[in-house]
């Protein structure tokens, strides 16, 4: 027998472990043996679900332990961001959330179970989505135009989903709404999934979602996509107009995407989550499951967490004021 073919002695076998376990050792010798949790704040299905499975897995492979997904959905977020805030900083409980959580809310809502700055320290941003008019196709509005007309000559009867009160999807149909000049019904849903149930089975003829749930539906011609939000047009619907192009300069809004932890983690835990998110993100595999999942993938550092809640609270609170943003 060839020593490539002779059994491995016991010697050789511990040797082959310990080489192994090698990439994985600074991360064990700061977050121990425990598995990872990453909270998504919406039911499961929706963009925020979505993307916290992708970081998950690939966050696994460089960290060399279990990170898992739990839902927890409720109050636009606030539910699972709430018990983010509330958990031991030790790196075994994450939040994967969106400037709903941590701009939006905080500017409608003077009460909450957490504080976007105090409670919260970044891992590091991902990217952003953009969000999307959508309508049932049995809506007789093929456009923006259409659907102005439409709530015109029926003031308040023409109703639109959002994923949520005080979410992305909200404020996104609130600022048209204001900028049309326009009465919609906002008809809110504890998640992504259920408001696109409930627009492609025809209970409600508009939505404003991201555009993870929404390009499968447009491609399967079970909704139409009127505009997007952003300043610019998107790589995954490259045929649907911005607001801006359809009349209203300026639109711009977006959901970006940053993963959280409870502010106060030891360095080395700190260190090694931040590490790990980066190197994956570097990766081709993880930045291209995310484009397809309908990502715009910019990863940013964590110092640039805090910069745009600074920046983005704001004009948020002004959004509130100037079109009237009710907590409902």
Known sequence: ???????????????????????????????????????????????????????????????????????????????????????????????????????????????????PVRSFESIGGIGAIPLVLIANPSTPATSVKEVIALAKARPG???????????????????????????LLHVPYKGSAPAMQDLVGGQVPLAFDTNVPTVPMVKAGRVRALAVTTAKRVASLPDVPTLAESGFPGFDLSAWIVLVAPRGLPEPVRATLVKGLADAMATPAMREELTRAGLEVAHEPPPAYEARVARELPQMRALVHKAGISPE
């Open 157 to 183: 009867a023409l109703s639109y989903a959002s994923f949520g009160v005080g979410t992305s999807s909200h404020f996104a149909g609130e600022a048209f709404k204001s900028a049309a000049g326009i009465d």
């Open 1 to 115: 027998m060839t020593d490539r073919n002779r059994p491995l002695d016991g010697a050789r076998r511990a040797l082959c472990a310990a080489l192994a376990a090698a990439p994985f050792a600074p991360a064990r010798a700061a977050l121990g043996d425990k598995p990872i949790v990453i909270v998504a704040p919406y039911p499961p299905g929706g963009a925020a679900d979505t993307l916290s499975r992708i970081v998950a897995r690939h966050l696994a492979t460089r960290l060399g332990r279990p990170v898992i997904v739990e839902n927890k959905a409720g109050a636009g977020t606030a539910i699972g961001a709430g018990a983010v805030a509330q958990a031991a900083p030790d790196g075994h409980t994450l939040l994967l959330s969106s400037n709903t959580t941590f701009t939006m809310l905080p500017a409608l809502r003077q009460k909450l179970p957490f504080d």
